[in-house]
Every structure is written in C-alpha cells, then in structure tokens.
C-alpha cells in the first residue's frame, strides 16, 4: 500500500508537472502567434518602403533628364539671345549711321 501512494504521489506529480507544461507551451504558442503577425506586418511595412524608395528613385532619374533638357535649352537660349544682340547691335549701328547722316545721303 505505501509502494501504491508513493506511485500515486509520483503519478499526480508528473500529471501536475505535465499540465504546467502544456499550459506554458500553450502560452509560448500563444506569443508566438502574435510574433507572427507582428513579424508579417513589419515585413509588410519594410517591403512598401523599399518600393517607395524604388519609385522615388524613378522620379529622381526622371527629374535629373528633365533638369539636363532644360539646362540645354537654357544655353540654346542662351546661344540664340547673344546672337540676337549681335544682329541687333548690327542693326542699330546700321540705323544710328543712317539718321546721322553717314550714309552719303542726308
């Protein structure tokens, strides 16, 4: 009969230490979930970075080609403008002479 209580106090305490155990197994389970949706919304957020920053990329390439044709136009302008006032310069000398009466004709 002791040998029986001792194998029934052995038994209760392995059932006891065994419901701990799954409780706590339980509970790791539980967080581990939760880890789970936390990791994927993390994920989920490093991934709409990483194409943000690809497009941003695209608009900075895009920006970059527009301000090279820009820049190019502007010293087309530039180019044209100079020229412009040469031929106006020209032009005004031309007139200036005229009225003054360097042509031979006054």
Do not use: C, P, W
């Given at each position: 009969m002791a040998?029986?209580?001792?194998n029934?106090?052995?038994?209760?305490?392995?059932?006891?230490?065994?419901?701990?155990?799954?409780?706590?197994?339980?509970a790791?389970?539980?967080?581990?979930?939760?880890?789970?949706?936390?990791?994927?919304?993390?994920?989920?957020?490093?991934?709409?970075?990483?194409?943000?920053?690809?497009?941003q990329d695209s608009r900075m390439g895009q920006i970059e080609t527009n301000i090279a044709e820009m820049s190019a136009g502007i010293n087309k302008l530039v180019g044209v403008q100079s020229e412009s006032n040469e031929r106006l310069n020209v032009f005004i000398n031309v007139l200036e002479r005229y009225i003054s009466g360097g042509n031979g004709k006054a």
């Open positions: 040998e029986e209580n001792k029934g106090r052995q038994i209760d305490f392995i059932v006891n230490t065994l419901a701990q155990i799954t409780s706590k197994v339980d790791l389970a539980d967080v581990n979930v939760a880890d789970r949706r936390r990791i994927a919304r993390l994920e989920d957020g490093y991934e709409l970075l990483i194409r943000m920053a690809e497009q």
